[in-house]
């Protein structure tokens, strides 16, 4: 069974920096994508970053053009989105999600918030505030 687990969040101060990892595992394919999602609370989902494993092809939202970094290491199945620069819009509970059809980035956050992904991970709360 494909599962991805979310890990790195926290409390951080304006400004600040966090990392978020996004572990998989039970998969055997060669190709995965990997999508980051926040939701604050009272809002919508929003498609923040994704990467592709195998050529590593990434897109960002606008609002974290800059600031965020997302990338992988395929020894390890795990994605990282580097956090810089943390605003407090920012805050939200961050997931991860995969999708293992072969398409780019934008449909796979396209898939993500359509509900048709079926692999995501728990969640992890990011809290930016003085």
């Known amino acids: 069974q494909v599962q991805v687990v979310e890990s790195g969040g926290g409390l951080v101060q304006p400004g600040g920096s966090l990392r978020l990892s996004c572990a998989l595992s039970?998969?055997?394919?060669?190709?995965?994508?990997i999508g980051w999602f926040r939701q604050a609370p009272g809002k919508e989902r929003e498609g923040v970053s994704c990467?592709?494993?195998?050529?590593?092809?990434?897109y960002y939202t606008d609002s974290v053009k800059g600031r965020f970094a997302i990338s992988r290491d395929n020894t390890k199945d795990t994605v990282y989105l580097q956090m810089d620069n943390l605003k407090p819009e920012d805050t939200a509970n961050y997931y991860c999600a995969a999708d293992f059809i072969r398409e780019g980035c934008p449909a796979v956050l396209r898939n993500g918030l359509s509900g048709a992904l079926d692999t995501w991970g728990p969640g992890t709360l990011v809290t930016v505030s003085s």
């Open positions: 039970g998969f055997t394919l060669d190709y995965y994508a």
């Open positions: 990467i592709i494993s195998s050529d590593g092809s990434t």
